[in-house]
């Protein structure tokens, strides 16, 4: 298939998914899961990334924080707005079955019925930074149909840092009297979020303190490289206070980042393309192997595809080690 045919085919049914509804996208996710590097796929994947229609927000923080119950609240808040949503909750795996051990509909109440929202869940498997392995291409064919789409990493703790590679805005969840602020500027995590909030803000005086603790920790951080200075908030997910003002945060960093063209959202989802094709071939031919394919023209990605380029560069990788007679990783003895 040529790169023109590809372009086209790509092009027609990213139009066809977004006609044909929720079933449609289970059905492309499902077929992403079964064969990620196929041409149709790369192709629809590639079509998605050109053709963005909505803000990523990555929620992530300690198992218990409330990620779920504040998933739940901010879908009935953008819903109301008039906003579509779509939904990646990455969960544990189950030993036995590899798949997600929790499952959306268990933690996440959505109307079937509603055709503006839309749950996946994902087994995190053995990944340790909070998300799944196909997050990624899930969430950029989200971002294709819907205005706004919330990715919750699976809840493991200080090592949840790969949604900042996702998320246009990350917002880190953390819970009143848990001692979490601490350990999360001891740990770096406060580099990484947008907005740190302090959920269960109906304990009262404990996430008061919380809120506190975090805005000092901010003040103290320096600046960031693309400008943009993080914000402590509160909300009760529960009682509802604070979400509204939370919702208008993400929103005004949305405008943000739109502002003068797009340019600085441009180069973040650049960015996140590739360091997606960087990890997808690390995981698998090592760090040898990514050497190789930065050699055969993985930084030209952007101007093929990043999904058809990991791919290309996947299919050349494994010719090279059939050849040899290899069939494992590159940097494996």
């Known amino acids: 298939m040529s790169a023109p045919q590809a372009e086209a085919g790509g092009a027609a049914a990213l139009a066809a998914l977004r006609a044909g509804g929720k079933a449609a996208l289970a059905r492309a996710l499902a077929r992403i899961e079964a064969r990620p590097d196929a041409p149709d796929v790369t192709a629809l994947l590639d079509a998605a990334h050109a053709a963005p229609a909505g803000h990523v927000i990555g929620l992530t923080g300690p198992p218990g ?3 779920s119950t504040l998933v739940n609240a901010l879908i009935g808040l953008w819903r109301a707005r008039g906003l579509s949503v779509g939904v990646i909750a990455v969960d544990p795996s189950s030993r036995r079955s590899g798949g997600a051990l929790l499952g959306d509909r268990t933690r996440i109440d959505s109307d079937p019925e509603d055709a503006g929202v839309f749950v996946r869940s994902m087994a995190a498997r053995d990944r340790l930074g909070g998300l799944a392995e196909l997050s990624y291409p ?27 590679d996702l998320a246009d805005t990350v917002v880190l969840c953390v819970q009143p009297g848990s001692g979490d602020a601490l350990q999360f500027m001891k740990s770096g995590v406060m580099e990484i979020p947008h907005f740190v909030l302090v ?6 005086a404990p996430a008061r303190r919380a809120l506190a603790d975090l805005k000092g920790a901010l003040s103290l951080a320096p600046p960031r490289p693309d400008g943009w200075t993080p914000v402590a908030l509160s909300c009760s997910a529960l009682e509802g ?24 959202l441009a180069r973040l989802r650049a960015a996140h393309a590739m360091a997606w094709a960087r990890s997808a071939l690390r995981a698998r031919f090592g760090t040898e192997g990514l050497a190789a394919a930065e050699r055969l023209g993985l930084a030209r990605a952007q101007d093929v595809g990043p999904f058809a380029a990991a791919a290309s560069i996947s299919g050349a ?8 007679g290899g069939g494992r990783k590159v940097d494996e003895p």
């Open 317 to 324: 990788l494994r010719a090279a080690l059939d050849s040899a």
């Open 241 to 264: 206070g604070g979400l509204d003002e939370a919702v208008d945060r993400i929103e005004a960093r949305a405008a943000w980042l739109a502002a003068d063209g797009g340019a600085a």
């Open 65 to 67: 924080v409330g990620k």
């Open 199 to 204: 959920t269960k803000a109906d304990l009262g």
């Open 138 to 164: 899930a969430m950029t064919l989200m971002r294709a149909v819907f205005d706004r789409v919330l990715v919750e990493t699976v809840g493991v703790g200080q090592s949840e840092t790969e949604v900042a």
